[in-house]
Structures are given as structure tokens and as C-alpha cells.
């Protein structure tokens, strides 16, 4: 199976690498082949938050967590589609849940593709898209092997321009060099989050993307303060 045979099932607006397992620690094996013991490849999706309004999240009993934002319902189409193309192809998939925790961090998990990396902030950098970016991510038994040497081998570009905005930013001091306190980033978020007129919709803090020079800072972006 040749990453480009799934590419096409992915709109542009849509990025997607995988990597072999043994890539990842020996933890994110162990938890990872708690949901699937027969994974080869991970497959990592992102979607490029161009409108603020797609990163609104709202109630939805049908989603995991009973909440979901436009970016998670598009993104998560795109994955399927992918898993339905590989399952008929008898490659069983397992689409890993979002939002509930996992046990492994998403942006762990893309930084090991060739996307991008983490940056000092511990948040994922899209090579293009800097932290404008929804993650989901996809294990499956097939072995999904790339064309382009860069890919194949994990190179990646640096990303981050270690300019400490992010760290400075931070109204909680949940962030620094190398270090992220998801803790206080959720204490700090329930303190200053906005929430439309409407209840339930909520857009999340953001303050850390916002400030970051890299991606643009998406349309429509509303004042948190
Ligand atoms: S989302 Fe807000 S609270 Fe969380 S790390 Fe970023 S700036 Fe801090
Ligand atoms: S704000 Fe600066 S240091 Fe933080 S992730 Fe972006 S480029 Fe890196």
C-alpha cells in the first residue's frame, strides 16, 4: 500500500503522512496496540483551520465526549473514507477518539510524520499551516510505504522560530521551553474561555496559537479577552 493510493480520499485543504510503529516509543506502542495489537503504520490526518468558526465546539451527543467542532466532523469524514478504502482491502483500521483522551498525545504522535514538529511551546507545527491544524490519527495493519526519500526517512523541516512568543503569551504559565502542563492550560481555559450567547459553544483559549508568526492566524478570529 502506497501512501498516495489514500492521498486522493483527502481534500487539500487536508494533509496526511504515516510512519511505521516502531517509530514511536516503546509506551506509545504498548497503548497504541491497546486499541489495535495488529498495527503496522500510523496514519496522521490534519486539517488547516483557515475560518475561526471551524474550531467552534459545540454540543453533540452523537461524538465522542459529546462535543464536536466543524474541523473534527470534516476531518473525521476524510479518515473514514480512508479506513473504508483499507478495510475493503481487508487492512483493518482503528480510528483513534477524539476528544476524550487516548492516552497518547495527537501532537506526539504528528510529530513523528513528516508534517511538522513540535514547536517550543509543545504545540504541533504545521510545516505551512504553523499551529492552525486539526490532528486525528489512524492505526491500521496495512504498511503504508511513501515515494519521496524526505517522507520515507521522517526528515522534516524546522518549524519553530523559537521566538518565546507562545511561553510569553501563556496567561497561565501552562507553557515553557520544552514543557507543557495540559493541567493548567485546562484550568487556565475554563477561567478565560469564551462562550457565545448561545450556551455550550465554545471557542477554546487559542492565546499561545495566536501570537505564533508562523500559519496565518485564521479568518474571522474572535477576542477572547
Ligand atoms: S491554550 Fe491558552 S492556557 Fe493553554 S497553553 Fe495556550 S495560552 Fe496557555
Ligand atoms: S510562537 Fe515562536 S516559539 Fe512558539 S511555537 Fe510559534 S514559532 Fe515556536
Avoid at 506509545?28 to 496522521?44: A, N, W
Wanted: net charge negative; proline share 4%; hydrophobic share 35%.
Amino acid at each position: 500500500m502506497n501512501l498516495d493510493e489514500i492521498k486522493s480520499f483527502v481534500p487539500e485543504c487536508c494533509d496526511i503522512d504515516s510512519y511505521d510503529i516502531s517509530l514511536c516509543s516503546q509506551e506509545e506502542q504498548r497503548i497504541l496496540r491497546e486499541f489495535s495489537p495488529g498495527t503496522k503504520s500510523i496514519v496522521v490526518f490534519g486539517h488547516h483551520i483557515e475560518s475561526s468558526i471551524e474550531w467552534m465546539w459545540f454540543p453533540s451527543k452523537a461524538e465522542r465526549g459529546n462535543c464536536t467542532c466543524a474541523a473534527d466532523l470534516h476531518l473525521k469524514a476524510a479518515v473514514e473514507k480512508v479506513a473504508g478504502y483499507l478495510c475493503c482491502r481487508d487492512k483493518a483500521c482503528t480510528i483513534l477518539p477524539y476528544p476524550d483522551p487516548c492516552g497518547v498525545l495527537f501532537k506526539s504522535l504528528a510529530s513523528k510524520s513528516a508534517m511538522g514538529e513540535l514547536g517550543d511551546s509543545y504545540l504541533f507545527l504545521h510545516k505551512q499551516w504553523g499551529p492552525w491544524i486539526h490532528l486525528r490519527v489512524m492505526l491500521t495493519e496495512a504498511e503504508v510505504k511513501k515515494d519521496s526519500i524526505a517522507r520515507a526517512t521522517g526528515e522534516r523541516e524546522e518549524v519553530c522560530l523559537y521566538c518565546n512568543k507562545c511561553i510569553e503569551s501563556c496567561p497561565g504559565k501552562a507553557i515553557g521551553k520544552d514543557y507543557f502542563n495540559g493541567l493548567l492550560c485546562k484550568e487556565t481555559q475554563d477561567r478565560i474561555r469564551c462562550e457565545l450567547k448561545i450556551r455550550g459553544y465554545i471557542w477554546k483559549c487559542e492565546k499561545c496559537l495566536r501570537v505564533c508568526p508562523v500559519g496565518e492566524v485564521p479568518e474571522g478570529i474572535i477576542n477572547h479577552a
